[in-house]
């Protein structure tokens, strides 16, 4: 690694873990996160669930693992020229979508729906649960132990009625306060990785076409670089050298527009970061503007497709099949989820039960969701 910027995350400032560990021996601090959230169970299951298409749609689309793997490499190319923290920048990139339910934001979006009268479900609240919490592999403790600057990063959002109950966690989301610069750049590195991998996929899978995109600004741009350097060049090849030209726009853009704001407010270490009143990390306005352009264009022409609606309406009936009959009957399910639903149900009631619930069905593949509502039918 690179030397660290006085800014980046350290390990001499951290916040350190809820549970106290001897220093690892032959990586760092932020090396054993990363390497903790890889081995995690939560992790792999994300090789079968949902980016834009359901996995069974095809072996060639982007899931949430292969997605998150993008995000950690455009996060770590950003974080080595801004000279942050390039293992903490990983770590987050590949967390950030541990808690995602199946069916992608279809089945967030009818999760939180049931939810709704026992505290609702957050796709980046379930992702620390999931750390925190879920994940079962070590003596000493629950979940993975990660530390603070981590669990920070992959809390992108946040409701207030939650972050109350976060503690220091929380706070930035009460108060106004931002997170870690390698927080800011895990965000928007999941933003670049998204819309630009769709419009990939989008283009594979023909619902939409690059006659389309054209009106985008970002596209076109490199459309016509693309197409007057390689008039001969194969559809799929024209589009992949324009997806990694985009990519790249955004990443150059970013990199400079932040070194600007940084210089402006010359933050002394990571706790100034988080004082200030806006984040640092950014595009400038104009290809921001761009990046905005496309991002509506695929939420109308590729998200709200015929073909995509009609596989999200499938999904959505079946997690909400799922869970209310789980709710109904709580006898089906394995033994040691069993355990946990009678022990917090007693603590908490129904909310207990719900949460028990909640906590399975996100946790499940798409593939799983779907061959459990067969057995359950």
């Not at 729906?113 to 479900?121: A, E, L, R």
């Not at 706790?271 to 009143?277: A, K």
Request: glycine share 6%.
């Amino acid at each position: 690694m690179s030397e660290l910027a006085c800014y980046a995350a350290r390990e001499d400032n951290s916040k350190g873990r809820i549970f106290g560990e001897p220093q690892p021996e032959h990586r760092n601090q932020y090396q054993r996160d990363r390497d903790r959230i890889i081995h995690s169970a939560a992790f792999r299951r994300l090789e079968y669930k949902t980016q834009v298409f359901v996995n069974h749609e095809g072996d060639m689309f982007r899931t949430r693992l292969t997605h998150s793997i993008e995000v950690a490499q455009i996060g770590r190319t950003i974080a080595r020229a801004l000279k942050l923290n390039e293992d903490l920048t990983e770590a987050i990139c590949l967390a950030h979508d541990l808690g995602h339910t199946p069916f992608g934001h279809a089945g967030q979006d009818v999760l939180n729906n049931c939810m709704k009268d026992y505290g609702g479900f957050e796709h980046n609240l379930q992702s620390l649960r999931v750390v925190d919490l879920l994940e079962e592999r070590y003596a000493d403790f629950p979940g993975l132990n990660l530390l603070f600057e981590t669990r920070e990063g992959i809390l992108k959002h946040c409701s207030r009625k939650h972050a109350v109950k976060l503690g220091d966690l929380g706070r930035r989301f009460l108060e106004g306060g931002q997170p870690g610069l390698e927080a800011q750049v895990a965000n928007i590195a999941d933003e670049i990785a998204y819309n630009n991998h769709d419009v990939d996929d989008g283009l594979r899978s023909g619902l939409i076409a690059t006659e389309q995109l054209k009106v985008c600004e970002l596209f076109s741009d490199q459309y016509d670089i693309v197409s007057r350097q390689w008039p001969d060049l194969s559809e799929r090849r024209l589009i992949h050298e324009i997806v990694r030209r985009m990519i790249n726009t955004l990443v150059g853009d970013l990199i400079a527009n932040s070194r600007t704001k940084i210089d402006q407010y010359q933050p002394a270490d990571i706790d100034t970061v988080r004082s200030l009143p806006v984040p640092l990390i950014g595009l400038g306005e104009e290809i921001l503007n761009k990046h905005m352009e496309l991002k509506r264009f695929l939420r109308k022409n590729l998200y709200q497709h015929d073909r995509v609606q009609q596989m999200t309406g499938k999904a959505k009936q079946t997690v909400k099949t799922l869970f209310e009959v789980y709710m109904a009957d709580t006898g089906l399910f394995p033994k040691d989820v069993q355990l946990r639903l009678n022990k917090e149900e007693d603590i908490a009631g129904a909310s207990g039960r719900a949460r028990v619930i909640a906590d399975y069905i996100a946790g499940m593949t798409d593939r799983f969701a779907i061959a459990e509502l067969e057995r359950i039918n």
